[in-house]
């Protein structure tokens, strides 16, 4: 069965104390891994888009990478504006169609 | 802009009363979908629109109706909805259809959360 796994659920860092996401999947026909962040009440927000193993992409404190099993989100010296939940999703085949699969999301809070 | 609007915001409706929900996207794009997110839970595909053409439904019960009425609009048609059809319910497009096409970057709407009473 196709699978995306998140890890941490829940992850607290002080402000400025750097970590990663894990984002793992065992899917079959991997066309693309994408990144959201959400925050409470609202949908989610496009952060990064990875196709294949190897790719790497930046935006401000966040670093999204990709191998053939799992992606991580890196997030260097955070600030409490990044607290969120944050989602990947596996865009994979799947009965002659393409689908997105969610992980269960990993919950961050940063304190001050 | 990458925006993608939805109406209403909120919404409270009984069970046996039919309401609509809309989304809106001027981005041309040609894939739309419908998604259903529960409190700490990720979004759950509910259906696929591509070239305003219905190409995935994720087994929906039939108390939902998506409608496509032009590339722009996305309907979702609520009637005889269950209190657990209570969720914030999520509308996302995409530059091309997720069957068949490349990968490609979904957009998602603010979200409508629904309460089924």
């Known amino acids: 069965e196709d699978q995306v796994t998140q890890s941490p659920e829940a992850l607290r860092l002080q402000e400025g104390e750097s970590s990663s996401l894990n984002c793992s999947y065992t899917?079959?026909?991997?066309?693309?891994l994408f990144w959201y962040r959400q925050d409470p009440g609202k949908g989610p927000e496009f952060l990064f888009t990875l196709y294949s193993a190897g790719e790497e992409k930046e935006k401000e404190r966040l670093k999204a990478t990709l191998t053939k099993k799992e992606s991580f989100l890196h997030i260097t010296a955070p600030k409490p504006e990044d607290s969120a939940t944050y989602l990947c999703?596996?865009?994979?085949?799947?009965?002659?169609?393409?689908?997105?699969?969610f992980g269960r999301g990993t919950s961050l809070i940063v304190h001050p | 802009d990458t925006e993608v609007t939805q109406t209403p915001k909120h919404l409270v409706m009984g069970m046996t009363n039919k309401k609509s929900l809309k989304c809106e996207q001027h981005m041309g794009h040609r894939a739309m979908y419908w998604y259903k997110q529960k409190a700490k839970k990720p979004p759950e595909l509910m259906f696929v629109y591509s070239y305003e053409k219905l190409s995935i439904n994720e087994s929906v019960p039939s108390r939902f109706s998506p409608e496509c009425p032009n590339s722009s609009l996305l309907n979702l048609h609520l009637h005889a909805l269950q209190p657990e059809d209570s969720a914030l319910y999520l509308c996302?497009?995409?530059?091309?259809?997720?069957?068949?096409?490349?990968?490609?970057?979904?957009?998602f709407g603010p979200g409508t959360r629904l309460l089924v009473l």
């Open positions: 996302a497009s995409s530059q091309v259809a997720v069957a068949g096409g490349n990968a490609e970057t979904q957009y």
């Open positions: 899917v079959s026909g991997l066309r693309g």
């Open positions: 999703a596996v865009l994979h085949a799947s009965g002659g169609s393409y689908i997105p699969t």
